[in-house]
């Protein structure tokens, strides 16, 4: 960190407007309930409005209606559109500020193949290893032990962290990030049955990544089969996700953790899906469907919307007699019909 | 790749009877949607014959009665029992050829213990670690990054892809392929409840896995408590997998990505588990069982069959009506019998 | 191992009492089933009491009340008050014996940046990582390949497994054990929307984890927004959960694999998670509340007790049948309603 912030830094960091005192030093960035007088803390959400009464922060980002109330309480606001992305703003540029890019260059233990193509300002980390062909654009950054594998493109800016492994000919996009331990191109799984063996298909596709994309630690994108697993601009994808071979995913999807993606589904733009959704193979999901968590997409959806499908939870006992019921549910049915009826004549 | 293809270097390479011009030059495999007249595509699917109409593809490989309406079109068919098997041995031939097998050795940067034993032809990358008793047969490849803990023993052409990772006294048999980022013998997860917290207890087992084994990325097969966790020949396990301790999987069984199994699971042959599903511990499936993806089996299932358990997902408002009433679906049950007897009487 | 062991060795290394013959060899440890002469075994479980009158097993722990079938029969018994505890004990004095603590020391070939902090007996491995500023306790062990990054603490006897990672500034308590593969402190999944584009929340908060806290083969434990992510003392997960920013656990909780926990969740002490379950985010969960296996919680739940929410698997025939009324349970209900209205009047 170098030199003490003010209400004003922080506002002339986001394009927010002071109202109250300027100079008040601001140390932290802190949510509304854990806030003191030398944090900085944020108002986006209406039902929170009551904690702008009650909260020790010096300094609330907020919007202009909610001003005056904080104002009045002696403390510093900065008035902006949209409370939430300055937030995100803010902790951008706070980091920038606090951990300047590093010195680039080649930690002396990373191995970097004969003939590699490194960018300016590129970061190699200890016991990295980039292999032969791979291409590097400016300002990369290669944390320790990750693996770049063979004729491997990574474009401007894209932070690989530890640990992360690039498999042999996949293309990531700009300002890409790869948390550590996720496995970019992997084999997909693809075996031919004969005989009640399974004959290994080799996989012929890599990767493709647009710019922009994030993908969680302990996340695996597999090559495609022949083509290659697409994933666009945009996609942010959580942690301890599988997205099989030759799946697509348009451009600005999210993923929570733990979801799973079955071969050559094609999902569009700007989707939604809650942790632990599960989606079937060669199925299509249109742009804007969201899908809640843990629910399991078995036919295609082509349809905006929210989807669900959970078994409601609930005491032992209880669900015990429902899921039994459950079973004979069919028949349930029937019985009502013949009821109805009978009841009818 | 070394040197140009043609059609009838590809049907002598997968055993296949070319008809029409065998000359035809080949450059890539695609599929018939996005073949071109230099790729050799292959039909499977009796649903995709319509493409064999429209198909830009130069070369099909594809069964005896679909050669004719081919060839008839000028391209050139290779026919073959089985299109999709023989499609699979072509990606393999064609990676053979693509990429023949390395230089052998150990590169300067890998930690090699005294003592360990190499076979002939072993091939060993940056900074790979293989620890004090560990044996390693003819052609075994081990990626950058892996770890092959003390007294592992490898079977021949076994390939431990970048950053796998074997715990000691794990055995793996021949030709077994463990993608990036797997772990092999971590602890099983034991513990004694005592007053209200966990004691240890240390896993001494190990994990035995037959030959022609496949293990995805970031998949974890954990170490026996006393005896081994034991995978048979020919299990393929696709990624982001949970083996527990002391599970038995049999023969050529397959597991898609994110499936759970709990510890002391015995688990037939020829099984199939689609992604997500989940076994709870201690019971037995029998030989040719297949569970679709993302159920959960709570008991024993020993007739061979097609099981499924899954919340059908809707539109968020029908899914809220419906399982709401779900919760209550005995009390419904309850009430159409007393309808029923009323009724009856 | 060094020397040979009797049975009042085992007696008197996990504090129970000889019945029998003290001076019978024991060479293993093994379950009831599968022991022989050379073996203790232990009886833990009531319903498996009938294995005493077969078992091979020359020593076996059990409680005082059987040990008299089992001295009749010739064998040695080892009377304690909890078997299966006793049982953790003598695994994990075993461990300890047969794998005495290697000689501490930094392998020549890991990278250990100047400035950091290292306590008695701490052993490297080869090709691990400690980042600048770090700080380890005496007698801790980094594995091959563990990235340790800035600033990060590590408890007394703290064990992190090969490739297991932890980001900047986490710190872990006493007798932690992080198994390979595990990425504690990777960023939360946060992102402003804007204009249909993400825009990311840089995570400034890191994780924080107590005394005797184990950590699961491939989980993840993300660092939080602002303030820490938290697992108490005792805590113990599985391998590939997933355990998002926010998160707080309280002590002694236990997960099994596979289990997601969102953003944000509260979950009490002394609670038990079955395989994936998973628990949405930013609810609370109290003290003692047992989840079962694939069952997900949308909502708090306060009152402690077993809480189920699966569907429950069948043949698939049945499934579907079943799958497919239950989509339309609300207009059955209607219907019974509708029925038991006319039957009334």
Redesign the interface.
Same mark, same amino acid.
């Given at each position: 960190m170098n030199g003490s912030l003010t209400a004003a830094d922080i506002a002339a960091a986001i394009g927010g407007e002071v109202r109250g005192d300027g100079r008040r030093a601001v140390v932290r @960035?802190?949510?509304l309930e854990?806030a003191d007088d030398g944090s900085v803390s944020f108002l986006a959400q209406p039902r929170l409005r009551p904690l702008l009464a009650s909260t020790a922060a010096g300094t609330v980002i907020l919007r202009e209606s909610d001003a005056d109330a904080l104002v009045a309480r002696g403390r510093t606001a900065i008035v902006v559109d949209?409370p939430?992305?300055a937030?995100?703003?803010l #902790?951008?540029w706070?980091?920038a500020r606090e951990r300047p890019v590093g010195a680039s260059g080649v930690?002396p233990?990373a191995?970097v193949a004969p003939g590699v193509r490194l960018g300016a300002h590129v970061c190699i980390?200890?016991?990295a290893?980039v292999?032969s062909g791979a291409v590097l654009g400016a300002h990369v950054h290669v944390?320790?032990?990750a693996?770049v594998?063979e004729r491997v493109q990574l474009g401007e800016g894209a932070v690989v962290?530890?640990?992360a #492994?690039l498999?042999r000919g996949c293309r990531v996009g700009a300002r890409a990030?790869l948390?550590?331990?996720c496995?970019i191109g992997?084999?997909g799984?693809?075996?031919?049955p004969?005989e009640?063996?399974?004959?290994? @298909?080799?996989? /012929?596709g890599a990767v493709w990544m647009g710019d922009?994309v994030?993908i969680?630690?302990?996340t695996?994108v597999?090559r495609g089969a022949?083509?290659d697993t697409v994933i666009e601009d945009?996609v942010?994808l959580?942690? %301890?996700i599988?997205i099989?071979h030759n799946v697509h995913i348009g451009a600005?999807t999210?993923m929570?953790?733990?979801v799973?993606v079955?071969g050559s589904a094609r999902i569009g733009r700007?989707c939604t899906f809650?942790?632990?959704a599960?989606i %079937?193979g060669h199925l299509e999901i249109g742009d804007h469907v969201h @899908?809640?968590?843990?629910?399991?997409?078995?036919s295609s959806i082509t349809k905006p919307?929210?989807?669900?499908?959970?078994?409601? @939870?609930?005491?032992?006992g209880?669900?015990?007699?429902?899921?039994? #019921?459950?079973?004979? %549910?069919?028949q349930? !049915?029937h !019985?009502?019909r013949a /009821?109805?009826k009978?009841?009818s004549t």
């Open positions: @960035i802190a949510a854990r949209d939430y992305r937030y995100a703003a #902790t951008r706070w980091v930690h233990s191995y980390g200890p016991f290893v292999e944390g320790a032990h693996v594998g962290h530890a640990r #492994t498999g990030v948390h550590s331990g496995v992997a084999d799984f693809g075996f031919a004969h009640g063996r399974w004959e290994k @298909i080799e996989q /012929l922009d994030e969680g630690a302990n695996c597999d022949l083509d945009g942010k959580d942690n %301890l599988q099989a600005h999210a929570a953790g733990c799973g079955a700007h809650g942790g632990a599960m %079937l @899908i809640s968590a843990a629910s399991v997409v078995m919307g929210q989807y669900s499908g959970v078994f409601p @939870i609930d005491e032992n209880n669900w015990e007699k429902n899921a039994a #019921t459950l079973r004979q %549910l069919h349930l !049915r !019985r009502l /009821l109805e009978k009841s």
